[in-house]
Structure formats: structure tokens, C-alpha cells
């Protein structure tokens, strides 16, 4: 078996020999002969631009050596082009969280490399996501979620240096701050031409896949090759506000679907989720708005559409 791969890596988060030697294991016990290429990404070029030469050159497999921001590039790339071209990832970050939801091998670059050169395909939506921002109006696409609140407080709130010590635990230690941080606004919500029952939020989440680190699942339903994306508003205010969100969150859709009940993701008082192909949020104030776990900037507008099976991921 034979392979033309281009790997796109972010040379921030380890070097170019470390991705050789795992290259070389992985090939080794696939018994695969690979022909490779390497793009390096950097700060004016996240990734789109490398995969756009990689393709160039002739791959069929790009791999994305790097964290989310280095997935989510590639994966935006290979979604606008349409290139008849197959997507593996080398899971390097913090949050790694499209390998998370796809079960990419983490902390084992080798077993990561072999996945992307013997795993067979999938179908991977892509949502799009058009925001107004205090430069203009931007167009972005996202593998995982996209939203603003809590979540995003969480990414924007997390002190560096901490994440780069302990790693995803440093989003606990922000959870305080993240929350103070978070307090409810009035938001207009449309999906799929329909207004929602739901005039304020503090937090919203829209996402292709649902599970953050640690094994936190904040959007039950999601698929990411189902064609649709999921919806996921919070609107708590006040200690009994909380109380009915961790409800809604722990048991109606956590542990009563583990013992079988609830085909689908509940909503109550404070919890709204839902699924649609389409989603225009409107807000009263700006806030900040994150794809993927990175921090786009303040916002009042934003639409979001979905691509389906926009990428084939290994």
C-alpha cells in the first residue's frame, strides 16, 4: 500500500524530527510506503494556504499535525475547494477537540500517523459561520462548535502559561471567572425560519460535535455526519436557574440516557437544545464568539449554515 500524504504542521507545537520518527513507526507497522511532503504553517498562514500546496502537489491524504486551530484550517480549506482529498489528524493541542469526538488517538503521534494513513474514511459536516466583527463582516468554518457565554468565556478567560503546564485543566481553574463573566442578554434566535421561544441567553452553543475535554458533553445529539448542527442555549439566572441547568444537564441528558431513557436531548426551564441546517443569532450587546476554541472577537451578529459531508475524515 502506497500513500502520497501532505503533512501541514505547526512547528509551536513540536518539531519536524519528532513528526519523522512517528511518520516512520506508523509506516512501518502498516507496512505502507509513503511519499510525504511538508508544509509548515505560520501566523499569517494557519493552514489554509499549506493545504492549498499540499493538494497542489499531489496529496490524497493531508494530515494536520497540530491543535485545533491547525485542524480547523485544513478542514476549512478541503471544505471550500472540494478537493477529492481525505483528511487525517495528528491530534498536538490543548483541546483536540475534533479528534476527541472522532476517537483520534491522543499523546501517540505514531498511532495517530497510522490512523491517517489505514483509517477508512468518513463523511465530516462542516458548519459556516458568517460574523460581523469591528473589521467587517467575516466568513469561517468550524468542525466542533462555535458560540458565545460560557464556553467561550472558558477559552478567552484561561491564563496561558497555566494551560501550558497542566493542559486542558487550566479550563477549570477559569470555570470562576468564566461565570461571573457570563451574565444573561436579550438575543433574537431564528433556525431554520423559525424564531425561538427564547429571548435572553447567557450562553450559546451551536456545534457539530458535542464533547468538550475531560469527557463533558454539552450537545448529546450531535453526529458529525448527519447533515444537521446542534443547538445548545443557556438562559440561568440566579442560584435555582443553575440548579435546573445541571438537572438538565446531569441527569436528562446524562445519566437517564445511560439507563435508557430519552431518545433525544431534553430541554427545561434554562436549558434550550435543538437541531437545524440553519441559525441567524441576533444580540443586544456585543459578545465574544469563538469557533473551535478560538476567540474571533465581540460580536451582535452572526448566521450559520451547514455543509454536509463536506470533508472525508480519517
Known amino acids: 500500500m502506497s500513500a502520497r500524504v501532505g503533512i501541514i504542521w505547526n512547528p509551536s507545537k513540536t518539531t519536524r524530527e519528532s513528526l519523522e520518527t512517528a511518520l516512520r513507526k506508523a509506516a512501518s507497522a502498516a507496512r505502507s510506503d509513503v511519499e510525504q511532503q ?9 493552514g489554509q494556504g499549506a ?11 493531508l494530515v494536520a499535525a497540530g491543535g485545533d486551530g491547525t485542524v480547523r484550517a485544513v478542514a476549512e480549506h478541503l471544505a471550500e475547494s472540494g478537493a477529492d482529498v481525505e483528511l ?37 459536516d462542516v458548519g459556516w459561520l458568517e460574523i460581523d ?10 468542525a466542533v462548535m462555535a458560540g458565545f457565554g460560557l464556553d467561550a468565556h472558558m477559552i478567552t478567560e484561561t491564563d496561558d502559561d497555566l494551560k501550558d503546564k497542566v493542559g486542558w485543566l487550566a479550563y477549570v481553574e477559569s470555570l ?3 461565570l461571573s463573566a457570563s451574565g444573561t442578554l436579550d438575543v433574537r434566535i431564528t433556525a431554520d425560519g423559525r424564531e425561538l421561544d427564547r429571548n435572553s441567553a447567557h450562553t450559546l452553543l451551536v456545534g457539530n460535535c458535542g464533547m468538550l475535554q475531560a469527557g463533558i458533553t454539552l450537545l448529546p445529539d450531535a453526529d458529525p455526519g448527519d447533515g444537521e448542527l446542534d443547538l445548545l442555549v443557556l438562559s440561568a439566572d440566579g442560584a435555582a436557574g443553575w440548579v435546573d441547568t445541571l438537572r438538565n444537564m446531569v441527569w436528562d441528558n446524562g445519566i437517564k440516557r445511560v439507563l435508557g431513557g ?53
Open 38 to 46: 511538508w508544509f509548515e504553517t505560520t501566523p499569517d498562514d494557519p
Open 51 to 61: 493545504a492549498a500546496r499540499a493538494i497542489e502537489s499531489g496529496a490524497d491524504v
Open 88 to 124: 487525517g489528524i495528528v491530534p498536538l493541542g490543548t483541546g483536540n477537540l475534533l479528534a476527541r469526538n472522532l476517537r483520534v488517538p491522543l499523546l501517540n503521534p505514531a498511532a495517530a500517523f497510522r490512523r491517517a494513513l489505514t483509517g477508512e474514511a468518513r463523511a465530516l
Open 133 to 142: 466583527l469591528e473589521g467587517g463582516t467575516e466568513r469561517h468554518a468550524f
Open 176 to 178: 470562576g471567572r468564566a
Open 262 to 314: 430519552g431518545a433525544s436531548a431534553e430541554s427545561s426551564e434554562s436549558a434550550t437544545h435543538g437541531r437545524m441546517r440553519s441559525l441567524q443569532v441576533e444580540l443586544a450587546e456585543p459578545r465574544v464568539f469563538e469557533i473551535d476554541g478560538e476567540d474571533l472577537g465581540e460580536t451582535t451578529r452572526v448566521s450559520v449554515t451547514v455543509q454536509e459531508g463536506a470533508v472525508r475524515v480519517r
